[in-house]
């Protein structure tokens, strides 16, 4: 019989690590799809990846659940793997991730605009995951624009160069990922033109 464990975490209230950043402050929903005890390390692992960063401008859904062997996204309700992770930095780059989502599905309007002057930009991008990019072109171009807003997130939260090792060990999305490493400026440049730069959950405007 499938359970469902319902855990309500406020990060402010179990203390941090030594040595660790700023913790969230908002109450996040984790919860678990079978109630396994795999999902409950996955549970476990995301309470401290909570505890341990400032994840509080990410967080444009407050309701999470883990799942035992599952591809991580964003809808309907953000979902992350249990299974296989290889550290708290990987998790909290795929949160992060799945949360962008989220965000830059509030600015359908700047999202349109940046993905029209991504085709032009990158005329040649990859139409599907066997040549380096997302599910279909416009996914990846709409990934250009995630997976740089991941990048530039983690490498705030952790330092760089853990941003960028946990990047280099993924095996999805390689021609995207390439291009977040190597050319981020232009990338940059344009999320920031289309004003998609800043994600705040916290300020309401978003």
Sequence with gaps: MRNAVLVAVTALLVPAP??????????????????TAVERRGQEQLERV??????DRWLFTRTVRIAGRVIP???????LSAADVPSDTAQLATFIHEQLHWFVNTKPAARDSA??????????????????????????????????????????????EAARRVIRAYSHYPWIY???????????????????DNPDARRRSD
């Design 178 to 196: 390439r291009e977040v490493l190597e050319r981020p400026e232009p990338l940059r440049r344009l999320i920031r033109q289309h004003g998609l």
């Design 73 to 79: 996204h964003s809808h309907p309700v953000l979902t």
């Design 18 to 35: 030594r040595g660790a950043c700023a913790q969230a402050t908002i109450p996040i929903e984790i919860r678990t799809a079978n109630g």
């Design 50 to 55: 909570l505890r341990t960063w400032d994840v």
């Design 115 to 160: 993905v029209a002057e991504l085709t032009r930009m990158f005329p040649d991008a990859p139409d599907g995951p066997r040549a380096g990019g997302a599910r279909d072109l416009h996914s990846t171009y709409v990934h250009l624009i995630i997976c740089q807003l991941e990048y530039d997130a983690v490498r705030d939260l952790a330092g760089d």
